[in-house]
């Protein structure tokens, strides 16, 4: 008889790093549930191409900032694949702009995707994610950098880090692992945007490898944290960034 799947959910799955950790969990055995806020063409793609590879996925719209959707989330998933196995909380959104001129506005849409997401997710996970599960936050190796325009996405990470060693912590008995990658400068969308080529050719010197780490590259660091071989590694941050920090 073949083992029943383990279930995967990957919050901002539809592009980028969290697209890349669905392809990969899903190629490990997983079916993955592809979590989106807005960019639904993205999501179905994915499933598809996932599905073709003959694996199975679904995609799952919910905001993560809205605590009654992530029950939502929760609550698809359970319904469609089975009780979640892996939580990778990728979901995230980077402006870069210097504290003198961030609106409240902006400081507070950094948190409470970038944080109150992730504590969302935590929260619900505490109840209903199987025993002998795991978890994987997705933090910034630009905690170490300390860049001029980067604080507010900073805090919002460094909050994360800190959930991640607290959680790990808390859940103990129930041989769950909680860790964070905390990915260098990625090839994504979500790096270039606003960046001028010269200031993504400066990024991509940083680290003594000399080239951007592209999102297959941090991937491969969840699905060992997510496989059995990493099952000893329990509150701890992994910096996978080509040795810029």
Do not use: C
């Not at 900032?65 to 892996?86: C, N, T």
């Not at 959104?93 to 506005?105: F, M, N, R």
């Amino acid at each position: 008889m073949s083992l029943p799947l383990r279930v995967a959910l990957v919050t901002g799955a539809s592009r980028g790093i969290g697209a890349a950790i669905a392809r990969q969990l899903a190629q490990d055995g997983h079916a993955v549930a592809i979590n989106y806020a807005a960019r639904a063409t993205d999501a179905d793609a994915l499933v598809r191409e996932i599905t073709h590879a003959g694996g199975r996925a679904i995609a799952v719209k919910a905001d993560v900032a809205d605590p009654q959707a992530v029950k939502a989330l929760f609550d698809a998933v359970e319904s469609q694949l089975g009780r979640i196995d892996v939580l990778v909380n990728n979901a995230g959104v980077l402006k870069t702009t210097p504290i003198a001129e961030t609106s409240d506005a902006l400081y507070a849409r950094q948190f409470s995707i970038n944080t109150q997401g992730v504590f969302h997710t935590l929260r619900e996970a505490a109840s209903r994610l199987n025993d002998g599960g795991r978890i994987i936050n997705l933090s910034s190796s630009a905690l170490a950098l300390n860049l001029p325009g980067y604080a507010i996405y900073n805090a919002t990470k460094a909050a994360v880090e800190a959930f991640t060693r607290v959680f790990a912590k808390e859940l103990r008995g129930r041989q769950i692992t909680v860790n964070a990658v905390a990915p260098g400068p990625v090839e994504t969308e979500l790096f270039v945007q606003d960046k001028t080529p010269a200031q993504i050719e400066h990024f991509s010197k940083l680290a003594p490898l000399e080239r951007l780490g592209q999102p297959q590259d941090i991937a491969g660091v969840v699905s060992f944290l997510a496989g059995p071989q990493g099952g000893w590694v329990n509150g701890q941050i992994l910096r996978a960034n080509g040795g810029v920090a």
